[in-house]
C-alpha cells in the first residue's frame, strides 16, 4: 500500500483544458513538496506547502494543502504543451526528515 | 532556488566495470543527500540516505556492498557502482536536503544515465 496515493496516473488533454492531480494520505505530514520533471531531466521543485489549509499560486497552477495536512492537489487552468511532464507530490512525515514520493502522474497536452 | 549538480549526465560502461556518479550541492551546504533511481515512466525509488561524515542507510532490499555511497563534505556525496551489470542500467537521481526555506525541501541533481553493455 502507498503511503501517499497519487491521482491520476496518466493524463492525456488537449490544450486550453484544466486539470487536477490529487495527493491522499492517512498520515499526518509536516510539509508536503511538488515536483515537475522532464524526460532524462531530474525533478524540479515547483512549491512546498506546510500550514493546513494552504492554497499557493504559481501563474497557471494552484497548490492547495489539505486542512488536516494529509492531502493536497495541483490545479492547472488552461493546460498547454509546456505543461507535460511527469508531476510528483513528496510528503515528509512529522518527526522525520525523510521524504515519501507519490507514483506520479503522466501529464500530455496536444496542441 | 538552490543548485544540485550530478556527473555525468550519461555514462555507458562494460559489465563487471564500476561507476562512480558524484553528486554535488553548488550553493549551500547539506547534511543530507539521497540517491534515488527511476525506472522509464515510474516515480523515484530511494535507495539510500547519506548524511555527512556516517555510513548511508539504504533502502530494504538495496545492496550496500553493491552500491557504494560516501558523503565526504557538506557539499559531496558519491554513488559507486561496483561490478556493474546490465540489470543496474537505470536512472540515478541525487538529491540535496536544506539549502535555506523550508529544511524538508529536497533539490534535485539533474539525473544521470547508466547503460551498462
Known amino acids: 500500500t502507498q503511503l501517499l496515493e497519487q491521482s491520476p496516473q496518466f493524463l492525456s488533454i488537449q490544450e486550453g483544458e484544466n486539470l487536477t492531480v490529487y495527493c491522499n494520505s492517512s498520515?499526518?505530514?509536516?510539509?508536503l513538496q511538488w515536483y515537475r520533471q522532464e524526460p532524462g531531466e531530474g525533478p524540479v521543485l515547483l512549491v512546498t506547502?506546510?500550514?493546513?489549509?494552504e492554497v499557493k499560486k504559481l501563474k497557471r497552477l494552484t497548490f492547495q494543502f489539505g486542512d488536516a495536512r494529509k492531502d493536497s492537489s495541483l490545479h492547472i487552468t488552461a493546460a498547454q504543451p509546456g505543461d507535460t511532464g511527469l508531476y510528483l507530490c513528496?510528503?515528509?512525515?512529522?518527526?522525520?526528515?525523510?521524504?515519501?514520493f507519490g507514483r506520479g502522474t503522466s501529464l500530455i497536452v496536444h496542441p | 532556488g538552490a543548485v544540485v549538480s550530478q556527473h555525468p549526465s550519461r555514462v555507458i560502461c562494460k559489465s563487471g566495470t564500476s561507476v562512480k556518479i558524484e553528486c554535488r550541492s553548488l550553493?549551500?551546504?547539506?547534511?543530507?543527500m539521497f540517491w534515488y533511481r527511476q525506472f522509464p515512466k515510474q516515480s523515484l525509488m530511494l535507495m539510500a540516505t547519506?548524511?555527512?561524515?556516517?555510513?548511508?542507510?539504504?533502502e530494504q532490499g538495496v545492496e550496500k556492498d553493491k552500491f557504494l555511497i560516501n558523503h565526504a563534505s557538506l557539499t559531496l556525496s558519491t554513488l559507486t557502482v561496483t561490478s556493474a551489470h546490465p540489470e543496474d542500467s537505470s536512472f540515478y537521481i541525487c538529491?540535496?536536503?536544506?539549502?535555506?526555506?523550508?529544511?524538508?525541501?529536497?533539490?534535485f541533481g539533474p539525473g544521470t544515465r547508466l547503460t551498462v553493455l
Open positions: 550553493d549551500f551546504q547539506a547534511t543530507t
Open positions: 513528496a510528503g515528509v512525515l512529522r518527526g522525520s526528515y525523510i521524504p515519501t
Open positions: 498520515s499526518v505530514f509536516s510539509s
Open positions: 538529491s540535496a536536503r536544506g539549502g535555506g526555506g523550508y529544511t524538508d525541501t529536497q533539490y
Open positions: 547519506s548524511n555527512e561524515g556516517s555510513k548511508a542507510t539504504y
Open positions: 506547502v506546510v500550514t493546513g489549509g
